[in-house]
């Protein structure tokens, strides 16, 4: 059973940096696509960024294009997320999650519903 851990959150004041991680417990073909989702308070959940294990396609959402970068980790079981220029409007409670590959090679791949495995969440405060 695949478990997904994040760290990395905290507070920040607006402009500053965080580093979000997330880790896999177990390898799994469920685990070749990879996403980033946030929920703020009163707030839908949305897809921030994803990454696709085999090629390495990464995918953004327009409100963090340009200052978040997603990668992987060379065993493919990890995933990162840089998070610069951070604003206030970022503030939320970050989750990975993971999919099947297919996932990642649709034009959209943020429907949360197709993704299988589901982190805890870690928090982002943007002041």
């Known amino acids: 059973h695949v478990q997904l851990v994040e760290s990395g959150g905290g507070s920040v004041q607006a402009g500053g940096s965080l580093n979000l991680s997330c880790a896999a417990t177990v390898n799994s073909n469920n685990l070749n696509c990879m996403g980033w989702f946030r929920q703020a308070p009163g707030k839908e959940r949305e897809g921030v960024a994803a990454?696709?294990?085999?090629?390495?396609?990464?995918y953004y959402d327009d409100s963090v294009k340009g200052r978040f970068t997603v990668t992987q980790g060379n065993d493919k079981m990890t995933m990162y997320l840089q998070m610069d220029s951070l604003k206030p409007e970022d503030t939320a409670m970050y989750c990975c999650?993971?999919?099947?590959?297919?996932?990642?090679?649709?034009?959209?791949?943020?429907?949360?519903?197709?993704?299988?495995?589901w982190g805890q969440g870690t928090q982002v405060t943007v002041s």
């Open positions: 990454i696709y294990s085999a090629g390495g396609s990464t």
């Open positions: 999650a993971a999919a099947p590959a297919y996932i990642c090679k649709r034009p959209y791949p943020f429907n949360d519903g197709d993704f299988y495995f």
